[in-house]
């Protein structure tokens, strides 16, 4: 799901913005509810936003807040843990 994507982010995996979107996408057949905001956030290639639907995601799904902290003070448009 969507939080083992962040957490293998947060792990250091590597990471690809293109790459993070299409593992995101694969998940919308299954929950579109989930994935939408997330994806348009994406889209829109607006950082605070893609922090904004990632922490939402992380509360409404009951995940440990903290995560929160995590994604706020990663850049998600950026490639990293190469």
Known sequence: MIIDLILDRKEGMAYSPREFYNSVMSYYNAFPAIV?????????????????????????????????????ETNWLEKGGE
């Open 36 to 72: 939408e905001p997330i994806a348009n956030a994406l889209d829109n290639k607006a950082d605070i936003d893609i922090k904004k639907e990632l922490c939402t995601y992380i509360i409404d799904n009951g995940y440990n807040q903290t995560l929160c902290a995590y994604i706020n």
